[in-house]
């Protein structure tokens, strides 16, 4: 078993490893997750049409993105993100412009 985290050595028996398992602080519960489209209102459409409740966002600070969200009952959701123009080279925080190429949804 590997953990993967920048910087840290996560095999077993590793000082790391030994700390995510001693720690309780852990991730018990999934909050959201973020699928990267290339055209949001087709694909509020679709999962609309999937029979999902789709709510509408609004774009990010970095005026690079906007999003919808699918939420759940126990309080997770799905965000679903597209660039307002997928023709800038500008990339957010998080990288995500590198994942269009590979397909996005």
């Not at 078993?1 to 519960?29: C, H, I, N, Y």
């Not at 999902?52 to 679903?80: C, K, M």
């Not at 993100?81 to 994942?99: C, E, I």
């Amino acid at each position: 078993m590997r953990l993967s985290f920048p910087g840290t050595s996560a095999l077993p028996g590793s000082p790391f490893f030994s700390e995510v398992l001693r720690r309780r602080d852990v991730l018990t519960r999934l909050d959201h997750l973020v699928v990267l489209v290339r055209d949001l209102g087709s694909t509020v459409r679709d999962y609309e049409g999937l029979g999902f409740t789709v709510t509408p966002g609004g774009e990010h600070v970095d005026g690079l993105t906007r999003n919808a969200l699918i939420p759940f009952e126990d309080g997770s959701y799905l965000e679903l993100v597209a660039y307002l123009d997928s023709h800038d080279p500008r990339d957010n925080v998080w990288g995500w412009r590198a994942f269009l190429p590979s397909g996005g949804a």
